[in-house]
């Protein structure tokens, strides 16, 4: 069976992919009030473009693939991406990661079509606040996405919060308490120096280490391991029914083992979330490519993977375009 491997020895078998960069919300951290510059939908990679991109990769030994945006809701007809995903040989994992709002309406559809998993944003579980903080978000509809979600089978359901100083920080431990009465995996992701730059400051950045710490108070915290956990690490409370996660790409970056590349809404592949080096297989898939150049496109990017970037909460990127353009 073929892989890639890059220059550090790292497999490369999974790809995330953002299929657009409209979303319904303009979450603080993430995109500034009035959005971001649109891609012009010419510029986006059709439906077809992705499939043969990642029927490549599969052939290449990728496995796992993430869909992502923007909303990956948002995307008219996406139901025919999954299934065709789906059904690619090799690909063994298909997850999505949504900000859950139109989730209820189409979580039976994405399971019948062959959606394994999906990952929801959600930042506060106070009505008020998460509406504040996706500036205009209805947490009802997240909340009956989830249980749409779980009725159909997308499991684990795994929820991301980003923990941010001054605005949802107060929550952290009832997210914890989540994972005792419901089998969600919970997992705090680092607050980072991307997407809302503006919004960005050092105060409101909050270390694994400290979460972590809060977390503990309400009862001792248990590792325990899953077979492709990914950059998280997961601990448990006793009995509890779910699981928590900690993802630092800021505090303890997972470089080591990073096993992904990005497939970015315009059709670059970036090979780390925190590099501005990009590999245009669009324009080459537009002007002719056949498969053979196009897979050696994807070797090339595996190769230029660097070891590791060096953000920490004072090296913003001023540069990086919006975290919803690249996915996040
Ligand atoms: N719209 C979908 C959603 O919200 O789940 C998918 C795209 S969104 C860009 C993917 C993830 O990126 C979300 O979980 C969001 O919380 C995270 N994200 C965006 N900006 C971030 C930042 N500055 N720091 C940490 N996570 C961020
Ligand atoms: Fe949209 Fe997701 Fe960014 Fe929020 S985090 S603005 S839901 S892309």
Not at 66 to 82: A, V
Not at 204 to 232: C, N, Q, W
């Amino acid at each position: 069976m073929s892989h890639i491997t890059d220059q550090h020895n790292r497999i490369i078998d999974y790809m995330r992919i953002s299929i657009t960069d409209r979303c319904n919300l303009r979450c603080i951290y993430c995109m500034p009030s009035d959005g971001v510059k649109t891609i012009k939908h010419a510029e986006i990679l059709s439906y077809e473009e992705i499939i043969r991109i990642v029927r490549i990769a599969a052939d290449l030994g990728v496995r796992k693939i993430r869909i992502t945006g923007g909303e990956p809701l948002m995307r008219k007809n996406l139901l025919y991406l999954i299934s065709s995903l789906s059904e690619i040989s090799g690909i063994e994992d298909l997850s999505l990661t949504t900000n859950g709002h139109l989730l209820k309406q189409y979580a039976r559809q994405l399971a019948l079509a062959g959606l394994k998993r999906v990952n929801i944003s959600l930042d506060s579980l106070d009505p008020q606040r998460y509406k504040e903080i996706t500036r205009g978000g209805d947490i009802n509809l997240v909340l009956s996405g989830i249980q749409e979600a779980q009725n159909w089978g997308l499991l684990p359901i795994k929820i991301n919060m980003v923990p941010v100083r001054g605005f949802n920080d107060a929550e952290i431990e009832n997210f914890a308490r989540l994972s005792i009465i419901t089998p969600y995996h919970i997992r705090f992701i680092e607050f980072m120096p991307i997407g809302a730059k503006e919004f960005w400051n050092n105060d409101r950045y909050i270390p694994t280490d400290e979460i972590k710490h809060r977390v503990s108070s309400i009862a001792p915290l248990m590792p325990i391991s899953f077979k492709k956990s990914g950059p998280a690490n997961y601990f448990s409370f006793e009995n509890a029914k779910g699981a928590i996660g900690f993802i630092s790409p800021v505090s303890d970056h997972f470089c080591i083992s990073c096993n992904r590349l990005r497939l970015t809404a315009e059709g670059k592949i970036r090979p780390c979330l925190f590099s501005e080096t990009e590999i245009d297989i669009k324009s080459a898939m537009r002007s002719g490519a056949t498969d053979g150049e196009i897979r050696r496109l994807l070797i090339l990017s595996a190769e230029i993977k660097p070891s590791g970037h060096n953000m920490n909460e004072d090296k913003i990127s001023k540069h990086l375009r919006p975290i919803s353009q690249i996915g996040g």
